[in-house]
């Protein structure tokens, strides 16, 4: 088990590292700025000209679909070698959109890639690709616990040559930028099926006639403009049957394909984001000074310091580790690993960036500086995919299983 990286892997840490550099941390401030302007025109929901800008710079870098393995449309990277490009991304909380390496958008690039057909590929996989649009993936229902998708009540019913879909569902990020024109919507074809044989996914232009964004929901106060977290309302939505992924009753199989990559994604973006918090901590304890010293000088904080690079240190190999086991053995025989590492970087990120906050006093909770954004996106990601319960059951259950008697 190696964890160094390979020359290739290094090239592109330096490439991407000076792209952050020049295009994309001395840009911050304008990014708030920017969403400020637009939300005083009333244009809150309008795609920022600063990430349109940065977008050809990172093409042209070829620092471009770096998550995707296929060589022929993305870099071809293993999710070992892409891991730490996304923790590099992850230090800012809207960069990886300019290397068109932004979720929901990479997991549904994945989902068609293998499973849509040549003309979903043509009409919608391609422009995605291209950075021309954006989607969202439409799973999470507000009148079940959808941490268990087979609680998932949407209906897609086939009617000759069409689905006829109906349903609400929220937290269908990505839904909000008026740039997404398509979602990955799951629901049940066949509630008397099998268990997991039940769901199904289909394609959802977001122009159909019957899809009615309800309202945006916000995350500790933040509405993530422009890209959001939609609760959707789908009545007698009609779809081409040709839009069915991979076909009826397989929603759970492209579920496990789809989220397995996603998590490594999540988990290393987490752990950018946690050193970045940090340095922040690590810069701020060494210029304030309360009770005769500076705030490094107080033990507590060092101790503090000491326990969050120890607590980075144990994720980010977790994370390589689930990473490299997908790329050795595929995504069921890591499925121990992931399940871990979306418990462990998760908490581990907002143990981390609450200490940042703590250092920093009130400017760590105000809009001064950005660790209350780091803390809600980091909170969220304690739900997405997965809440840390699902995982954590899943774990036992495979450590359990490793100690029952073996049957004749």
């Known amino acids: 088990m190696d964890f160094g990286y390979s020359p290739r892997t290094q090239e592109l840490r330096a490439a991407v590292s000076a792209f952050m550099d020049e295009h994309v941390y001395p840009n911050e401030a304008r990014y708030w700025a920017e969403l400020e302007a637009n939300t005083q025109a009333g244009k809150r929901w309008s795609p920022l000209a600063l990430i349109e800008e940065l977008k050809p710079k990172a093409r042209a870098a070829k620092l471009w679909n770096l998550f995707l393995p296929d060589s022929e449309m993305g870099a071809g990277l293993t999710n070992q070698e892409y891991a730490p490009l996304a ?40 422009p995605l690709l291209r950075g021309e649009i954006r989607s969202a993936f439409a799973m999470t229902e507000p009148a079940v616990a959808s941490s268990d998708a087979t609680n998932i009540e949407a209906r897609i019913e086939r009617q000759g040559d069409e689905y006829l879909i109906n349903g609400r569902k929220w937290w269908t990020s990505g839904a909000g930028d008026p740039r997404c024109k398509i979602m990955i919507f799951m629901g049940k074809t066949d509630p008397t099926a099998a268990r997991h044989s039940q769901q199904s996914m289909v394609l959802v232009p977001m122009d159909a006639p019957g899809v009615k964004v309800l309202r ?44 397995g990559p996603g998590r490594i994604h999540h988990c290393m973006r987490l752990i950018g984001l946690a050193e970045r918090a940090l340095e922040m901590m690590c810069d701020r304890a060494l210029t304030r000074v309360a009770f005769g010293k500076t705030i490094a000088q107080q ?32 995504n069921k025989s890591a499925q121990a690993e992931i399940a871990m590492i979306k418990v462990v970087a998760p908490n581990m990120a907002c143990q981390v960036i609450d200490w940042a906050m703590q250092v920093h006093g009130g400017a760590g909770m105000c809009q001064d500086f950005p660790l209350a954004n780091f803390y809600a996106g980091a909170r969220t990601l304690r739900f997405a995919d997965g809440p840390d319960e699902v995982h954590r059951n899943a774990i036992a259950k495979i450590e359990l299983g490793k100690r029952q008697p073996k049957t004749a």
């Not at 958008?105 to 003309?119: A, P």
């Not at 009545?235 to 069915?244: F, L, Y």
């Open 216 to 259: 945006p929901l916000t995350v500790m106060g933040y509405d993530d403009a422009p890209h959001g977290h939609m609760e959707i309302e789908f009545t007698n939505v009609r779809v081409p049957a040709s839009n069915i992924l991979l076909g009826e009753g397989r929603g759970f199989e492209i579920a496990q394909g789809r989220l």
């Open 87 to 126: 923790e590099i991304m992850g230090r800012v909380t809207w960069a990886s959109e300019v290397f068109n390496c932004s979720a929901p958008d990479t997991g549904n690039m994945e989902v068609l890639v293998r499973y849509g057909t040549d003309e979903h590929k043509k009409r919608w996989l391609e």
């Open 299 to 330: 033990t507590v904080t060092q101790e503090r310091i000491a326990e969050a690079r120890c607590l980075i240190e144990q994720a980010r190999l977790l994370t390589l580790k689930a990473a490299w086991m997908m790329d050795m053995a595929g």
